[in-house]
């Protein structure tokens, strides 16, 4: 992760130049999102480099370990490249809010967690060093995920509280009055309606983000694309 944000088609050497031979063009990297926010004074781009190493890391940090080293198939790639898009905009809310700053005592115990997903020391700095990733670079994703994970879920955290009324509706239309363990059924349709709730209130969070952003994607993943 540690090199320039260079978006180019083609790169000509100077030394090439220089001796007069043809120019060669050669992909530098490649930009497959720009996102736009009115708080922002500069668009986001996103980078083919950044969106994997990204989606690597989010995937291993919600135990995933296998995306460490694993290929990343073009849905796994297209999933990964709307969340980073996601967190650009959430992130900008957060900052022009001015709010849940994470401390760098949290953000390492973050890093700690990441750590202990792989199986030895070395599995980590081999991950580090395969993907070109400094720890420092690791830390910055680990605590700007933390920021917006908390902005969100004080957002949504009215979702989580489900009336009465509403889990004896639910339990009805699935099939009359619960048999057997009641308490642990009840339990099981409030956890239900309560993940179905919050998914709609941060999909709701997010359109909102996105109604008010610009946000170009260059899908590279799509058949013939790139």
């Given amino acids: 992760m540690s090199r320039p944000l260079l978006v180019a088609l083609a ?11 043809p120019a060669a063009g050669r992909i530098v990297e490649q930009v497959v999102a720009v996102v736009r926010t009115p708080s922002s004074t500069q668009p986001r781009v996103i980078t083919l480099t950044r969106l994997q190493e990204e989606a690597r890391i989010a995937l291993v940090s919600q135990g995933a370990v296998a995306a460490a080293t694993g290929h990343l198939d073009r849905a ?6 709307e969340w980073l898009i996601d967190q650009t905009l959430l992130l900008d809310e957060v900052v022009r809010l001015q709010v849940f700053e994470v401390d760098r005592a949290e953000a390492l115990e973050e890093l700690r967690r990441f ?3 792989f199986p030895s020391p070395a599995a980590y700095r081999g ?17 700007r995920t933390l920021r917006v994970q908390r902005y969100v879920d004080s957002r949504v955290s009215g979702a989580a509280r489900i009336p009465d009324a509403d889990v004896d509706r639910f ?11 009641r308490a642990a059924q009840r339990a099981a349709a409030r956890a239900l309606l309560a993940g179905e709730r919050t998914r709609r209130e941060v999909k709701a969070l997010v359109a909102d983000l996105r109604s008010r952003a610009t946000v170009r994607v260059l899908d590279p993943f799509a058949p013939g694309g790139g």
């Fill in 115 to 117: 750590q202990a997903r």
């Fill in 11 to 21: 790169c000509l050497g100077a030394g090439a130049a220089a001796a007069d031979e």
């Fill in 171 to 181: 339990l009805r239309e699935r099939g009359g009055e619960p048999t057997g363990d």
């Fill in 127 to 143: 991950f580090l060093a395969r993907w070109d990733v400094t720890e420092e670079e690791l830390l910055v994703v680990l605590r």
């Fill in 76 to 81: 796994a790639l297209r999933a990964g490249l």
